[in-house]
């Protein structure tokens, strides 16, 4: 076990902090304050090459994986986490079709991912199953050599911005989870419409949408995997992210930390800086351990998925990480905007945005009661022993 960064991983987060502070960090307010996807945050990421950190070589990317992928939305996070999520939208969405397409979709979206050209949307939530997702009620109904898909996809990120959506849809109801099927559509498909932008507390830098089809036709080679296999395309994709979101949290989590270390170093209570109060010192020191613990299980979640570790088995592991590093997000936004006072609670500081934005990341992408069921079950079946 080793704990160091290859020189090639450190370049990537000397270039990611770089980008993260003189471009994201001044845009960060406006961003939020706007509530419009950022193009020119886009671009920069593009012209870094940080769009492609996590596709393949093979595909056009730098095949830095998971983790290298995790360590650039760690940095970018640490100022705006609506920023980070336009960065992990390079794996959510593309994901179904690393994991099912055919060797030339995934040149295609890959390579259009690495280079900017192509952006996406990862369809599974639904107005009645999100946690529950073999729950889904899209349908999609083979009728020659197409399939027909109908239904309503809610709370969609990214997809005022995407190119092509991968969507889970059932293909035979009665099957539960082993009837679930998964397709890639392409933007402007007839029947696919993107619906109004969504108000939402945070993260607001990357809208969210619903997204409705309405008996759109697909080629059977839009199928992602096996006809009724998609379960394990959609458990593969949530399974391989989930140290990305982890990734969120972290750098939120160092992003508030860092600012109320700051603030509390120059401002002064009872004669001295607050920082020297025993009572913050403590609350300070309290995050800090639980940031390296999360950081640990983040980084070790990212290589599991590197070496293709994300089955049933490893799933724990992976949601660990998830769990901790996001409901570590929210403590550490909640005792930072505490430590600032009356300051924190403005809008003339990140603190309050970091607290709103903080709550998406125990919500999105399996909340963090579905990471314990996860890990409760591989209690429950021996996977997590010592
Ligand atoms: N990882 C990989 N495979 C898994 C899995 C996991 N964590 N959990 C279950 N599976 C597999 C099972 O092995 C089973 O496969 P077989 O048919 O080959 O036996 C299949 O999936 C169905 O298993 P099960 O019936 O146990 O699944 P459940 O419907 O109970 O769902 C959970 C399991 C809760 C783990 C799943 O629904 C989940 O992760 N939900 C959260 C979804 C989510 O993140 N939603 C947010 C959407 S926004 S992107």
Known sequence: MQFEFTPEQQELVALARRIAREQVAPRAAAIDEVGEYPEEIFRAFRDAGLLGVGVPEAYGGAGMGTLGLGLAVEQVAQYC????????????????????????????????????????????????????????????????????????????????????????????????????????????????????????MGVKGVPIHQVVFDEVAVPASAMLGQEHQGFKVIMGT?????????????????????YALDYARQRKTFGKPIIEHQGLQWMLADLAVRLEGARLLTYRAAIEVDQGHTGKADAWKLSAAKLSATDLAVQ??????????????????????????????????????????????ALLEGDLHW
């Open 81 to 200: 986490c609506a920023s980070g999520l336009m960065l992990l939208l390079t794996k959510l969405p593309l994901m179904p079709i690393m994991l099912g397409g055919t060797e030339e979709q995934k040149r295609h979206y890959a390579g259009g991912t690495a280079d900017g050209s192509l952006r996406g949307a990862f369809c599974l939530s639904e107005p009645d199953a999100g946690s529950d997702a073999a729950n889904i009620q899209t349908r999609a109904v083979r009728k020659g050599d197409q399939y027909i898909i109908s239904g309503t996809k809610n709370w969609i990120s990214g997809a005022g911005q995407a190119d092509f959506f991968t969507v889970a849809t059932k293909t035979d109801p009665a099957a539960g989870a082993r009837g679930m099927s998964v397709f890639v559509v392409e933007r402007g498909t007839p029947g696919l419409t993107v619906g109004k932008k969504e108000r939402k």
């Open 238 to 258: 949530l399974n391989s992210v989930r140290p990305v979101v982890a990734a969120r949290g972290l750098g939120l989590a160092e992003g508030a930390m860092m």
């Open 332 to 377: 550490a936004a909640t005792d930072c905007l505490q430590i600032m006072g009356a300051a924190g609670y403005m809008q003339d500081y990140p603190m309050e945005r970091h607290y709103r934005d903080a709550k998406q990341l125990q919500i999105v992408e399996g909340t963090s009661q579905i990471q314990k069921n996860v890990i409760g079950r």
